[in-house]
């Protein structure tokens, strides 16, 4: 094990966190993922309502081939927000620890999961429109053609806004940088000596209109769980992540809101805020989720399915897409591992829902039982 990935892992064990944009998730183990989660991702349970006893027979008895001492946290957790009870229920850890990790390469993920290839990967895919990027030592503009650092300074100047990401282990919204006015170009020069890996600059995407209505301030997008199997990509979960106060972003993680969409893509009744109060209405606009829609939701999903089938090695993805002004579906980011399900289920149900239990028999297939989910 390398050093730096021996420290990260002795860090999370210890704290319960991780560095943000240093540390790469990937190539964390279990012990490190289940106190990151516990510690700094879950919600606090301890004031939830039990489970009945009914209940907690019901969890066992679905969980019990595959884990011989599970956590009812999660259970109490989704039951208590959602208002509904299954024992279909993915505990958070369990799919980190052992579900993610089945379906996803992470090896490759560390490799892979880089913005700056998404113009190559993804390239029959619409994106946001590249300004420039730079990928190792080496600067390309928006026709990735190699420029030089001063050229850069000059496209970036040209823009009214751009958009800078760290390319790598950006999660949750960080590194994210909107720059514009008078001071662009120096303040991107700032900007820049605080990113030391891959970055790439972007125009900002203007969503459509009925989304804007939502929250104006940021570009509210929807992340959708797909899984691919040998021949086709199902969608199994989808939410709209909507932000609040002056946040440019969505992210729960940054004020956001996420939001459950149903089949015809209205929105379900309540949203869920990243430490996991329930509401019905936006927290700033005061509008109620209810009766609000999602223009153009199935081209979100036909984006999904188109983008999905190039990535077998990552069967199991959580994308996250806009649609823009001209109503077409943008891919603004793919998480090819480690994407968050908290509060997925607390505002959709069940991740697999009904293939729960294929799910597990699968993934969980010729193992011991799990014992370490106390």
């Known amino acids: 094990m390398k050093w730096d990935v021996l420290r990260d892992n002795v860090y999370s064990c210890i704290t319960g966190s991780y560095k943000e944009g240093v540390t790469d998730l990937n190539t964390l183990g279990n012990l490190a993922l289940l106190r990151i989660d516990r510690k700094t991702v879950t919600p606090p349970t301890g004031k939830l309502p039990g489970l009945t006893h009914a209940q907690r027979r019901a969890v066992r008895r679905f969980y019990s081939p595959y884990i011989r001492f599970l956590t009812k946290r999660y259970h109490r957790l989704y039951t208590a927000k959602s208002g509904r009870f299954y024992p279909e229920y993915m505990p958070e850890e369990l799919f980190f620890m052992w579900i993610d990790r089945y379906f996803s390469d992470r090896d490759e993920a560390g490799y892979l999961d880089n913005k700056c290839y998404y113009y190559r990967l993804f390239s029959n895919i619409k994106q946001p429109e590249l300004v420039a990027m730079r990928i190792g030592s080496?600067?390309?503009?928006?026709?990735?053609?190699?420029?030089?650092?001063?050229?850069?300074?000059?496209?970036?100047?040209?823009?009214?806004?751009?958009?800078?990401?760290?390319?790598?282990?950006?999660?949750?919204?960080?590194?994210?940088?909107?720059?514009?006015?008078?001071?662009?170009?120096?303040?991107?020069?700032?900007?820049?000596?605080?990113?030391?890996?891959?970055?790439?600059?972007?125009?900002?995407?203007?969503?459509?209109?009925?989304?804007?209505?939502?929250?104006?301030?940021?570009?509210?997008?929807?992340?959708?769980?797909?899984?691919?199997?040998?021949?086709?990509?199902?969608?199994?979960?989808?939410?709209?992540?909507?932000?609040?106060?002056?946040?440019?972003?969505?992210?729960?993680?940054?004020?956001?809101?996420?939001?459950g969409i149903k089949p015809d893509g209205s929105l379900k009744d309540y949203g869920i805020l990243d430490n996991g109060t329930v509401v019905e209405r936006h927290p700033d606009l005061n509008y109620t989720f209810s009766g609000k829609r999602v223009p153009h939701f199935g081209r979100a999903l036909s984006l999904v399915k188109k983008a999905h089938v190039f990535l077998g090695h990552f069967r199991l993805v959580s994308w996250d897409i806009t649609i823009d002004e001209q109503g077409d579906a943008v891919l603004i980011e793919a998480n090819l591992s480690l994407g968050g399900i908290n509060d997925v289920q607390m505002c959709c149900g069940p991740l697999f829902g009904r293939d729960t239990k294929k799910i597990l028999d699968e993934a969980m297939k010729g193992r011991r039982k799990v014992t370490t989910l106390l």
């Open 138 to 259: 080496t600067w390309l503009d928006g026709r990735l053609n190699p420029v030089s650092a001063q050229q850069v300074l000059v496209l970036a100047g040209s823009e009214p806004e751009i958009v800078v990401k760290q390319a790598l282990n950006s999660q949750g919204g960080y590194g994210v940088s909107f720059i514009s006015g008078s001071r662009l170009v120096s303040d991107f020069r700032k900007r820049m000596r605080g990113i030391r890996g891959d970055v790439v600059i972007q125009r900002p995407v203007k969503q459509h209109s009925l989304l804007a209505q939502l929250h104006p301030q940021s570009v509210n997008t929807m992340r959708i769980v797909s899984l691919l199997t040998k021949n086709k990509v199902k969608i199994y979960a989808a939410a709209l992540k909507i932000g609040t106060g002056d946040s440019r972003t969505d992210n729960g993680c940054q004020g956001g809101v996420y939001c």
